[in-house]
Nanobody
Framework: QEQLVESGGGLVQAGGSLRLSCAAS????????MGWFRQAPGQEREFVAA????????RYAESVKGRFTIFRDNAKNTVYLQMNSLKPEDTAVYYC?????????????????WGQGTQVTVSS
């Protein structure tokens, strides 16, 4: 059974950093596009970043560009999201997702597998 498990969320002050991890199990995700999305209370799920299976074609939401970095370690079946210079508006539940086919995409509907989410709270 395919499973994505996020970790690394928590409470941090504005300007601080967190690194989220997403461990995949149940199959080899090394050929999949991997993405991060987030959802704040009362808001729609929002694209954050995504990366192609070979580590190329990184794509970021404008709101996080220059502050967040997505990278993956296929040997560990893990994708990471390094978040620096965090802002209160980054507060949300962060979800990891995997996309079996096609290109890197910001459309959450194109992703096939999802983790349970990890809470990130940035205090001002």
């Amino acid at each position: 059974q395919e499973q994505l498990v996020e970790s690394g969320g928590g409470l941090v002050q504005a300007g601080g950093s967190l690194r989220l991890s997403c461990a995949a199990s149940g199959r080899t995700f090394s050929t999949y596009v991997m993405g991060w999305f987030r959802q704040a209370p009362g808001q729609e799920r929002e694209f954050v970043a995504a990366i192609k299976w070979n580590g190329a074609n990184e794509r970021y939401a404008e709101s996080v560009k220059g502050r967040f970095t997505i990278f993956r370690d296929n040997a560990k079946n893990t994708v990471y999201l390094q978040m620096n210079s965090l802002k209160p508006e980054d507060t949300a539940v962060y979800y990891c997702a995997a996309k079996r086919f096609g290109l890197v995409s910001p459309d959450f509907r194109s992703y096939d597998y999802w983790g349970q989410g990890t809470q990130v709270t940035v205090s001002s």
